[in-house]
């Protein structure tokens, strides 16, 4: 090989790319099958509202609401142009600025287990339930401790947003599921945790946490922004898994 001559490897192959596309074609109904299983049987959605909520899960992970702008006066760097004999010169110079952070909803990963929550609340759990007051004061206990659970393990990261362990909601959820097993029957145990975990992990991620947004830096802040991967949807997804599995 000649001195400076190089390659360009290009990572693409039709062979690979065939396997990979088999394997995506082979597990997608799998996993369709669970996640349907997972809302028709589990948490009782009927299968109607299941296509719906699938096809907003998908593509309303791309579709932002505008909630809020938040303010801040912070230290801004501007630069100030001088031209001495015939060259131009950017001087540095801090000012006192404004600093704007939009606040945003996402439809995929912040709507809907919203929505869901509500159906469970109004129809789901008062259909299920021996005992409406019991199960609410459930969802309350559980709400309760994945809030506090969540709040307390958040991090907000400078320039970026709010950062919270991936199984810390599920694992309180199904904490505060088995406690209150241990000493009263739990009506309806998947469709508490869905509700209690989702919507706890929802106001101890994000609303407690929309004080100390503006001292991030991050222009946008979108709740449930990574849609169906985001922390607040995938509470509720795991922690009915991990309920139907240890209650």
């Keep these: 090989m000649s001195r400076g001559q190089r390659i360009v490897f290009r990572p693409f192959s039709l062979y690979y790319f065939g396997i990979l596309l088999f394997l995506l074609l082979l597990v997608f109904p799998v996993l369709m099958g669970f996640y349907r299983d997972i809302m028709v049987e589990a948490l009782g959605l009927p ?137 009263r029957s739990v009506w309806c145990p998947s469709m508490v945790a869905y509700v209690g975990g989702t919507l706890g992990a929802l106001v101890g991620a994000d609303l407690l946490n929309l004080g100390r947004i503006r001292d991030l830096g991050a222009p946008v802040v979108s709740i449930g922004g990574a849609g169906t991967f985001d922390g607040v949807y995938l509470t509720g997804v795991f922690s009915v898994v991990l309920v139907l599995l240890l209650v």
Excluded: H, K
């Design 47 to 183: 299968p109607w509202m299941f296509g719906g909520v699938l096809v907003l899960s998908l593509f309303g992970s791309s579709v932002n609401i505008p909630l809020t702008t938040l303010e801040t006066r912070a230290p801004v760097r501007v630069f100030r142009e001088v031209r001495f004999f015939g060259v131009s010169w950017r001087v540095p110079r801090v000012e006192m600025g404004v600093r704007r952070t939009y606040v945003m909803l996402n439809v995929g990963g912040g709507v809907v287990p919203v929505l869901i929550s509500g159906y469970l609340l109004l129809v789901g759990i008062p259909g299920c339930s021996g005992n409406l007051v019991s199960s609410l004061v459930d969802v309350l206990v559980v709400f309760l401790v994945v809030t506090l659970v969540t709040f307390r393990s958040s991090r907000l990261i400078e320039g970026l947003g709010i950062a919270t362990p991936m199984f810390g909601p599920p694992l309180a959820t199904v904490f505060g599921v088995v406690v209150l097993s241990l000493f």
